[in-house]
């Protein structure tokens, strides 16, 4: 699926990050200057890349952002705190014009403004059918003011891994634990 075009948002029934990590393997992260200053102020200069473009995050050897790190069966990012907006918004795109055509299925409203937002159909996060309540009037509405800039905290456009600590240590506690030897 990757290389496909995006699609407008009403063929989606929600989304829900499913820690698959594709997005942060098949994608360069544009930084803004802002991010990019925070980045390296915080890990240093070596964790990102400049283009002639653009900055970017970068990637290790086999291609995967340096931030992303496995955790028990899914995959999540070390920059959770200040996270890029460009990985706050993934895998939707939000336009003021409709780029990726079917205006009318891509139109979303907010507030007195009408947005055109697509969903990248390579996320494996994705459920397709007609859009939820939750996924049209609390997941949209938080990617789309993340994307304005109004909005930096997440919570329906992020990964909702429980905090379960007890359940943390009991896999530790596993993984460490060998059987008594025999006699």
């Not at 959770?80 to 990985?87: G, I, L």
């Not at 993340?146 to 896999?171: C, F």
Request: one cysteine or more; aromatic letters at 18%; glycine letters at 6%.
């Amino acid at each position: 699926m990757i290389g496909m075009l995006p699609l407008p948002w009403r063929y989606t029934a929600f989304w829900d990050c499913v820690g698959c990590g594709r997005c942060c393997r098949d994608y360069d992260v544009v930084l803004r200057f802002d991010e990019w200053v925070n980045i390296v102020r915080t890990y240093g200069v070596g964790f990102t890349e400049p283009r002639i473009d653009r900055l970017y995050l970068k990637r290790r050897e086999d291609e995967t952002c340096v931030f992303l790190y496995k955790f028990f069966n899914r995959w999540l990012c070390g920059l959770q705190f200040m996270k890029p907006r460009a990985c706050k918004l993934w895998p939707f795109k939000i336009y003021a014009e409709p780029k990726y055509g079917r205006p009318k299925e891509a139109a979303f409203s907010y507030g007195e403004n009408k947005f055109f937002v697509y969903v990248d159909p390579a996320c494996m996060g994705i459920s397709w059918g007609n859009p939820s309540q939750e996924y049209t009037y609390k997941t949209l509405p938080e990617f789309v003011e993340i994307g304005l800039g109004v909005r930096d905290e997440q919570h329906y456009s992020t990964s909702k891994i429980p905090y379960q600590p007890a359940y943390i240590r009991a896999k530790e506690r596993q993984r460490f634990w060998r059987p008594p030897p025999l006699i």
